[in-house]
């Protein structure tokens, strides 16, 4: 008899595979992403806009590939993951349309560079290479325990990812980019799937040590000297970003990332502990001699002084946003987020939200965002082997910690990191890399959801059967 319900994804015999429900929620998501579209039109030019055939017609068809290659290679994967990805990808999309729209920002761009080019018909085309590289997982990923084998081999591809931007020229102080001609990759955004995998690989074989071999002291388990190299060596590794990089982002979900591992595989608090203290006195120390650093820490403490403000007024024009915006929000758009400057359709994206969406509007998105991660840990509950339930909560703690990170560097909770919101901000190195996690995610939970093999028949079953009085 199945124990399942309609929303656990714990697998078990005769587990339905709930495509129909992704499919409902697939269209629900395309209308939500379509409806918002006209509403953009109506609201800045009085008429419906003149792309929006173009741009359902597109939508439509990625979100329908999509789920027709779920639906056949992974047929019992979380049925909630694609709609949800789907549903930012075409929020992400009429997000930068508004934004592409604001006289300002054309004049800005006319006056700096020539000439303006909109960013909404490239988004939607690196949104098309993202559903290419999803399908490619969902089909050459038939077992993601494969990726158990190359643990070493995605240490030393990651490794190599992080140091790449080190030789290219800095981009607003940060040197995050690899360029190469005309294309523009960020390779931290790959980076942060690949050293999952690797982690993953490592903990699975080392979390007994990790866990069972420390002494305790006031509470605390405390590792061995021995035990602590990796934590010592992630943690100089990350500092080591932060000051040749000047990335506080990317240096934040490397060394967050792998003490949420650590803390899953061994369940000592101890790690989390030392993961604070580490963290906290790395980015204190290189705080107080990198100026990069030193500057957004700075605009961070008093975003509205007349130093802040004299270098750069962003900061201060996000909290104003959030503050035009109340509680229901202004309108699509109605505010003035513009403002902002170039960075209006990236990192400060979530501000538009804030002012024409409102708090309402605020909450429904991170909402969103929280989904997929509980789905993501879901998966990793339901996992049958330790590799793959790693994995998920690796991969979900990545994107968790990207969404706080850049969240809250936009709302003043923390230094601002320079990092993309997955999904919805401008930025082809993020929406594919974070295609590729939404397909491995979806391939792990596949697994986990597949109905379990009848068992086999026991011989002795069959012998006691003749022994009879």
């Not at 803390?263 to 000592?268: G, I, K, L, M």
């Amino acid at each position: 008899m199945s124990v399942v319900t309609n929303t656990t994804t714990i697998g078990a015999i005769d587990a339905p595979s709930r495509r129909n429900t992704e499919l409902g929620l697939m269209v629900f998501a395309i209308l939500i992403s379509v409806f918002a579209y006209a509403n953009v039109g109506l609201a800045i030019n009085g008429e419906l806009p003149s792309g929006m055939l173009g741009y359902g017609l597109g939508i439509t068809l990625l979100g329908g590939v999509a789920h027709l290659v779920v639906r056949k290679f992974a047929p019992y994967a979380d049925p909630l993951l694609l709609p949800l990805a789907t549903l930012l990808n075409g929020l992400g999309l009429v997000l930068i349309w508004r934004l592409d729209q604001s006289p300002r920002l054309i004049q800005r761009a006319e006056t700096l560079w020539g000439q303006f080019s909109p960013d909404a018909p490239k988004q939607l085309m690196y949104s098309a290479i993202g559903i290419a590289l999803f399908v490619a997982v969902l089909v050459a990923l038939k077992d993601h325990r494969i990726l158990q084998r190359y643990t070493y081999i995605s240490m030393a591809v990651a490794l190599v990812l992080l140091i790449l931007p080190i030789f290219f020229p800095a981009v607003n102080g940060a040197k995050i980019w690899v360029s190469l001609g005309p294309f523009h990759i960020q390779p931290g955004e790959f980076a942060k799937i690949i050293i999952a995998i690797f982690f993953s690989g490592y903990l699975m074989v080392k979390r007994d040590a990790l866990a069972l071999a420390s002494r305790r002291f006031m509470g605390l388990y405390l590792p061995r000297g021995r035990d602590l190299g990796p934590i010592l060596v992630i943690w100089g590794m990350s500092i080591l970003i932060l000051v040749f990089e000047t990335d506080l982002g990317t240096s934040l979900l490397f060394f967050g990332l792998f003490v949420i591992m650590l803390y899953v595989a061994t369940e000592r608090t101890s790690w989390i502990v030392f993961g604070l203290l580490m963290s906290a006195v790395g980015a204190v120390g290189v705080a107080t001699f990198e100026p990069h650093v030193q500057q957004r820490v700075d605009a961070w403490l008093d975003p509205f002084s007349e130093k802040t403000m004299a270098h750069s007024d962003q900061i201060a024009q996000a909290l104003m946003s959030f503050g035009s915006g109340g509680t229901l929000g202004t309108g699509w758009g109605q505010g003035h987020s513009d403002l902002i400057g170039f960075a209006a359709n990236a990192d400060f994206i979530l501000s538009t939200v804030g002012e024409e969406l409102g708090l309402a509007g605020m909450m429904a998105v991170l909402l969103i965002y929280g989904l997929i991660v509980e789905r993501g840990v879901r998966t990793a509950l339901a996992a049958r082997d330790p590799f793959g339930k790693l994995l998920a909560i690796g991969l979900s703690g990545a994107f968790a910690i990207q969404v706080f990170v850049v969240a809250g560097g936009v709302m003043g909770l923390i230094p601002l990191t320079g990092m993309t919101m997955p999904f919805l901000a401008a930025g082809g190195s993020s929406v594919i890399a974070n295609w590729a996690l939404i397909g491995i995610l979806i391939r792990i939970s596949d697994t986990a959801r597949r109905p379990a093999p009848a068992p086999a028949p026991s011989p002795d079953a069959e012998m006691t059967q003749v022994v009879r009085p």
